[in-house]
Structures are given as C-alpha cells and as structure tokens.
C-alpha cells in the first residue's frame, strides 16, 4: 500500500497500540531468532539480523530482550523451533494479500491463514500466485518533524536510498535489500531519528477500492490476519481514498 492515504495513518495507529501490548515485541524477537539461526549471531556478518536490531531498537525493545532472542537463535537457551513460511491470498475486490508467518507449527499456521480468510471474504492463492505482484524493498520511516521534505530528499540521495515518500506526518525512505543497513547506519550517524527500519514489500501495481462495503471486508480481513499468533507481517496492494476512509469511521 501507498504511504499517501489516510490507511497508512490506520497502521501506523495500530502499530503504537500493537507496540504497548507488547505485539511488536514479538515479532521482532521471532525475527532475530530466524535471522540469527539462519545468518548466525555476528551483526556484521549477517545483514538479516542488522536490520532486526535497528528496527528492534527503533522500537526501544529491551536489550534483555534481543540478547534472549539472540541466544534462541543460536541455540543457547532451549526454545521452539521457530520456521518462516509465506501465504499468499486474494482478499474481496481482488487485492492481493501476502502473508509472512514465524511459527514452531507450519500446520497451525496454515490452518489459521485459511479458515481466516474463507470465514472473510478472502481466498487462499497457490505458491507464486500472489508474490509476482510485490517486490522486495528496504523501508525507513522518519518523523516529519526531524527535518523538511527537501532537506529529506537531499539526504535521501546523499544516503544513496532509491525514492523518498514524505506526508505530514513521516518521510519514508525505500532503498534496495542490500542498501537499507548502509542507509540506516548514515542516518544514524547524523543522529536523525527513525520511527521504522525494516524489509518490506511493495506493490508493483495497486487496486483503489471504492465500494465501501468491499474496502471494509478488506480492512477486516487485513487486521484478522495481522493478528494471527503466527503472523509477522502482512502486505496487500489496495488503495482507499481519504474520503472514502472519512465513510468507513463514521
């Protein structure tokens, strides 16, 4: 989804909320766990893990936390054997959704996923059916407030990121896989503050929703799956207008 509509202001609300129950904590614990068992527990070696840590400190994560996390990965403390798997799904009105799951039960997972969406409106798609539609990005998101629009954009560039999105309320900077850490670390040593550092996926293309009722199964289905157990991340290619959103709160 775009950056430039009032959904984007619905995440990042949720985002806050998931954030004080501990959600997101969570969910970047399980992801330094894969990272560390797949890449090993040396942050320099491992560029998976160096992007868990700047986005789990982004979030002020405990430390205590992340070294936990750490040592699970790499096997010092007993734990599930946690394994990563993505599902792909057509939500109403044809959007497509991408799920990304860490679970110790692919079965669970899978069921979840399913039965979430038939009960929702939403299918399940077979392998390649969906991803085809979304490309791999890195994604830094930086308070308005630190610095103009310009003076992002310069620095964009200068940081070597690829594109810069700016709204009232956040600048997100998109950078190739390989170039987030190296975009992060030159924002971090001008000690420009970052609210986000994470792999993300992005649409190729997107599909505006306008029927209210349609946008709202959407929305419904997106938060259900979201909050999965199992579930990490969840991507979709809609887009819903401002005014359209302005329908939906009432």
């Known amino acids: 989804m775009a950056g430039h509509n009032k959904w984007s202001k619905v995440k990042r609300l949720k985002a806050v909320v998931d954030a004080k129950k501990g959600k997101v904590f969570s969910k ?4 330094i766990v894969i990272a560390v068992k797949t890449g090993g527990k040396d942050p320099d070696a491992n560029p998976r893990l160096r992007t ?5 400190r982004s979030v002020n994560m405990p430390n205590d936390n992340i070294d936990r996390a750490i040592k699970k990965g790499s096997g010092e403390l007993e734990g599930a054997t946690l394994e990563e798997i993505t599902y792909e799904a057509y939500a109403p009105g044809g959007v497509a959704m991408l799920i990304e799951c860490v679970t110790d039960n692919k079965n669970r997972a899978s069921a979840d996923v399913r039965i979430t969406c038939n009960k929702n409106g939403g299918t399940m798609g077979s392998a390649g ?3 085809h539609l979304f490309q791999r990005i890195g994604s830094i998101k930086v308070p308005a407030a630190a610095l103009s629009a310009d003076d992002m954009t310069d620095l964009a560039i200068e940081a070597g990121a690829d594109d810069v999105v700016s709204d009232g309320e956040e600048h997100t900077l998109i950078t190739t896989v390989g170039q ?22 992005q649409p190729s293309t997107t599909i505006t929703l306008t029927d209210p009722a349609t946008a709202r199964q959407v929305l419904e289905l997106y938060d259900l799956l979201d909050e999965l157990d199992d579930t990490q991340n969840v991507f979709a290619n809609f887009e819903i207008s401002d005014e359209l959103m302005d329908q939906l709160d009432t």
């Open 28 to 31: 970047f614990a399980r992801e």
């Open 180 to 201: 987030l850490y190296a975009v992060a670390g030159f924002l971090r040593e001008r000690s420009i503050p970052t609210s986000s550092i994470k792999l993300d996926y």
């Open 129 to 131: 059916s969906v991803a």
């Open 52 to 56: 868990a840590l700047l986005g789990a």
